[in-house]
């Protein structure tokens, strides 16, 4: 008589607290997001677009992307895209959700490899940049025969 009435109650308190965890985590990953949001905002107020940048890839930091995709950050721009390719093929392939991995999982391996790209264009520019000021802008000139 009494059995049924207290695994009522264990079932209720089991669903409460699996509620405020997923409601927990969701809540933990939204400010994330927002904060990752404010700072972008706030840098590309300020006119820095190259730290505004930092953010722009869904919130990832450079570090971030580094640790998903488990390689070293770029040293001055400089990085052995064919190992963070590599790394990606098979971590983007290991959460296939058709073969049972997680879409979550496999966006976040996707932005890891657009973040790594994104800095390594961005160091490659302000190269090409420097080189320019230091040699001259040279424009090619085409002749006519």
């Known amino acids: 008589m009494f059995g049924g009435n207290s695994q009522a109650h264990r079932i209720i308190?089991?669903?409460?607290?699996?509620?405020?965890?997923?409601?927990?985590?969701?809540?933990a990953e939204a400010y994330k997001q927002a904060a990752a949001t404010s700072r972008y905002a706030a840098e590309a107020r300020k006119g820095n677009m190259s730290?505004?940048?930092?953010?722009?890839?869904?919130g990832l930091t450079l570090d971030e992307a580094c640790k998903i995709l488990n390689v070293k950050p770029p040293q001055a721009g400089e990085t052995n895209l064919?190992?963070?390719?590599?790394?990606?093929?098979?971590?983007?392939?290991?959460?296939?959700?058709?073969?049972?991995?997680?879409?979550?999982?496999?966006?976040?391996?996707?932005?890891?490899?657009?973040?790594?790209?994104?800095?390594?264009?961005?160091?490659?520019?302000?190269?090409?940049?420097?080189k320019e000021l230091r040699e001259g802008w040279r424009p090619k000139v085409y002749k006519d025969r």
């Open 82 to 130: 064919e190992v963070v390719t590599e790394r990606f093929k098979k971590l983007f392939d290991m959460n296939d959700p058709k073969k049972g991995g997680s879409f979550y999982l496999q966006s976040k391996v996707l932005r890891a490899r657009e973040r790594i790209e994104m800095e390594i264009r961005e160091a490659e520019r302000k190269a090409k940049m420097e």
């Open 13 to 27: 308190g089991q669903i409460v607290i699996t509620g405020a965890r997923v409601f927990g985590r969701a809540f």
């Open 51 to 58: 730290s505004a940048n930092t953010y722009a890839s869904h």
